[in-house]
C-alpha cells in the first residue's frame, strides 16, 4: 500500500471528487434519479472551485481520500476561475431541470441565505476561508483532515494572512473544529425544506488566528 500523497488538484480528479461528495452530503436521499445527482455534485463542487485560489488533494492508490479548496485574499484567482462559474451555471442549468432538482437547489439557496446572515456583523474581519474541506469515510484515523488544514495554514502564514473563517452546519461533523480549537463565532437555525425529519439544521460560523 503506497503512502498518503498530497498535491495540486488536477481536472483528472473532478469526477471522483464530485462522487466522494455526492456520498458523504448524501444527495442521494434527496435526489431519486442518478444522472440528477451526478449533475448536483458537478454544479457544486464547479460553484466552489470558483471561490478558491489553493486546491489540494489527498490521494492513496489513487483513491481521493480528502480534499481541501481555501481563497486567501492577497492573492488572485486562477486563470480558470470564470470557467468554473460558466461550468457551475451549466450543470447547474441541467441539474435543475426536474422538480427534485429545483427543490433541491431552493434548498441550497437558503443554505446561502443563512450564511450570508452569520457574515453580515464580520464583513471585513477575514482576510481568509476555509471554502470546502471534505474527507472520504475511509480516511478516518489516518490523520488526513488534519494534514490537509496544517498545510493550508502554512499556506496562509506564507501569505502574511491573518484572519480564517469557515461556514459548516449541524449535518456535517462540526465538533472537529471544535476540538481543533476554532472559535465559533456565530450560529443561526433554519429549515432547508427537504428534511426529512422536520428538524432545522443549526449552521455554524467558526474563525481562527492563522
Given amino acids: 500500500m503506497e503512502s498518503i500523497l498530497y498535491r495540486t488538484i488536477t481536472e483528472q480528479d473532478y469526477p471522483q471528487i464530485s462522487e466522494m461528495l455526492c456520498g ?22 464547479y460553484a466552489y472551485l470558483a471561490r478558491q485560489n489553493y486546491a489540494e488533494a489527498a490521494e492513496r492508490d489513487g483513491r481521493i481520500l480528502g480534499i481541501l479548496l481555501g481563497h486567501c485574499g492577497s492573492l488572485p484567482f486562477p486563470a480558470e ?12 442549468r441541467e441539474f435543475s431541470r426536474s422538480g427534485e432538482g429545483r427543490k433541491f437547489y ?72 471544535d476540538h481543533l480549537g476554532y472559535e465559533r463565532l456565530a450560529e443561526v437555525e433554519g429549515l432547508l425544506g427537504i428534511e426529512a425529519d422536520g428538524k432545522p439544521l443549526h449552521f455554524y460560523l467558526y474563525g481562527y488566528e492563522v
Fill in 106 to 177: 431552493k434548498a441550497q439557496t437558503r443554505t446561502a441565505k443563512y450564511e450570508r446572515q452569520l457574515l453580515a456583523p464580520y464583513e471585513g474581519s477575514f482576510d481568509a476561508e476555509l471554502v470546502l474541506f471534505a474527507t472520504a469515510p475511509e480516511a478516518r484515523g489516518l490523520g488526513v483532515g488534519k494534514t490537509l488544514l496544517s498545510r493550508f495554514n502554512a499556506f496562509l502564514k506564507k501569505q502574511e494572512a491573518r484572519h480564517a473563517f469557515l461556514l459548516t452546519d449541524s449535518f456535517c461533523n462540526f465538533g472537529f473544529y
Fill in 81 to 92: 476561475h470564470k470557467g468554473f462559474e460558466k461550468e457551475a451555471r451549466r450543470f447547474l
Fill in 24 to 45: 458523504i452530503w448524501q444527495f442521494d436521499k434527496y435526489l431519486n434519479d442518478e444522472s440528477t445527482v451526478r449533475r448536483a455534485g458537478l454544479a457544486f463542487w
